[in-house]
């Protein structure tokens, strides 16, 4: 009789360990699988903000690019003017040059006949 009950006590503690270690490995797997849970929401989220930022400076390259296509366009406005003011001052040169030798009354310090 004392060894059934020993037996009975035995299995009885063999189960509550076996319990205690089927509880300790659940527990171990449930904080792996929540680890694995926490790390992908993680990288879900690190991914949102690269995919935030990424579109933030998408945008700013559009308008820096739209500025950059404005401020050539003023640029080769100015160099248009400048030729044709160019252009202009040398006509106006001729001009002056023609009317000193048909009356050589016009004497200028910034007029050269080597500028021509």
Known sequence: MNSEIFGQI????????AGLVVGVIMKYATKITDRRK???????EL?????????TVKEELHQLQKEI????????HQV??????QAELT????????YK????EYNSPYIDKKDD
Do not use: C, M, P
């Not at 991914?47 to 579109?55: A, G, I, N, P």
């Not at 006509?91 to 023609?98: F, G, I, Q, R």
């Open 10 to 17: 035995n299995s009885t503690i063999f189960a509550t360990v």
């Open 38 to 44: 926490d790390s992908l929401t993680e990288h879900l």
């Open 47 to 55: 991914r949102k903000e690269l995919r935030e930022e990424l579109d």
């Open 69 to 76: 296509d404005e401020w050539r366009e003023k640029y080769y």
């Open 80 to 85: 248009e003017l400048t030729t044709v003011l």
């Open 91 to 98: 006509a106006l040169k001729h001009e002056l040059l023609d």
């Open 101 to 104: 030798n048909q009356t050589g």
